[in-house]
């Protein structure tokens, strides 16, 4: 259950968020999304994958964190374990709200009924006693910028990719050092052979529009795979 309100100092002076990784904080998942424009932030740490929801023909990106429902390897009890938190998990709980005029400024939602809203007097405060935004929320209002701003310019991304058949199918079948096997389906990445066969022009026009560096940038997140399979055999010898 969600409970989504317009944040404001005279409504949501007291409350307070933890602000410390946990999984019953919601950083329990195998996977989270993330934009292109964090691309380059992310592949140091994460595979990028694509996918789509049942049904639908619009891709998203996610970030990988594990290779089972609900698993994050990063997740080292209270700790992240990365250099980075990619943008949809760091943002939690806030979301940005928009009013029905698509020229009307974006707003600050929370959902109060979210676990990382602290009940018991811990975590860090939204507002100082004068209502004025706290360093943190000033800094989660620049996060959920840049996460909305990578979202909306993400569509011109994926229909580039799809207007150049940039994007094929990834099977991984991962075999563990106890020999028990997992298997990544359902996802996608960068067909690179397709990529290279491109011509000049064509990657003018993508390098011009933005998209080539997010391309490279997924193309090179390939390289943790291997890295996020052995933090996979640690956990399980640990």
Known sequence: MTSHALLDSNSHRDIRVRIDPGVD?????????????????VQGHFPILFRREAGQEQFFAVA??????????????????????PLSLAIQPFLIGRSAKDDAPAQVHVDLAHPRIATDGE???????????????????????????????????????RAHDLLEPFTLEVTLDSGSVHSLVGFHIIDEARLRSLDAATLGALHAAGHLMPIFMAIASQ????????????????
Request: aromatic letters at 12%.
């Open 123 to 161: 975590g860090v405060l939204l507002f100082d006693a004068n209502g004025l935004s706290t360093p943190f929320l000033e800094q989660v209002a620049d996060k959920l910028g840049d996460l909305d701003e990578g979202y909306r310019e993400s569509a011109a991304f994926f229909e580039a990719l």
């Open 64 to 85: 990988l964190f594990g290779f089972e429902s609900g698993e994050n390897l990063f997740l080292d009890g209270t700790r992240w374990d990365a250099g980075y938190r």
């Open 25 to 41: 904080l919601g950083d329990g998942v195998m996977a989270t999304l993330t934009v292109p424009t964090e691309f380059r932030r």
């Open 223 to 238: 390289a943790q795979i291997g890295p996020l399979i052995a933090r996979k055999n640690r956990r399980r010898d640990g």
